[in-house]
């Protein structure tokens, strides 16, 4: 049971890798024994990825809710925490996955830590807002902001900016009231490191809804868009 490949997967890594969920509950199940707890949440590859950075990886719905449900019902808010929060090679946490799994945010919002950046300096909730070929794009940025401001590590809007400056009002593909209509300390006007406001990568990008919004904010300031 302590085998590992050269990249450092156990055999429940495997199983997940693979989409054996199956196994991977009567291994669970009828061999709990051999499977504890600290193990489980120890269990790492050579990359870093946990069991359930793995399940995500390899788009493992079912590994994903098995291990999860597992770790809710078993854990203290401690253990959950920093599992869900430990980054791997690419410095990424759970919280940088949710964008394809935007139903968990409610579940598990609270326990990420939003702050946490990635190698590419990208926030969850950043990386969540850019993920722009998501269809329900409106209700996730939505749950996702939700779930960021009531994190048990707290919010703050100035973390969530990107290596070139790009803060969420910048790459918000829609819904824009959201952000403007906040309780943020925002600055509508503020540029990005090529010089753009907001409203430039608007019109850039022919974000018409986000255009007509802002332009209707009194704190545009029309002389700095130039």
Known sequence: LRYRTDK????????V??????????LLTEFESLFVLEDLLD??????NTLLLEAFKHNNHDAISIFLDMFILNCTSYELETY?????????????????ESGLLQKIGK???WSIKDATGKTPLFTIFRSYDQINYSKMIKD??????????????NVHTDQNGNTLLHI?????????????QIDI???????????????????????????NDRRLNCLNQF
């Open 8 to 15: 450092g997967e156990s055999i429940l890594s495997l199983c």
């Open 144 to 157: 996702a902001l939700r779930a960021a401001e009531q994190s048990h590590y707290g919010f703050s809007y």
């Open 189 to 215: 006007n503020e540029k990005n490191k090529k010089g753009l406001t907001p409203l430039m990568v608007y019109i850039k990008y022919n974000r018409q809804e986000n255009m007509r919004v802002i332009l």
């Open 43 to 48: 269990d790492e590859t050579i990359e870093g």
């Open 111 to 113: 326990f990420i830590d």
């Open 17 to 26: 890798c693979h989409h054996k969920n199956r196994l991977i509950e009567k």
């Open 84 to 100: 869900l929060n430990k980054q791997n090679s690419a410095k990424r946490t759970i919280g940088h996955h949710l964008s394809d």
């Open 172 to 184: 918000i593909k829609s819904d824009v009231l959201l952000l403007l209509q906040s309780k943020f």
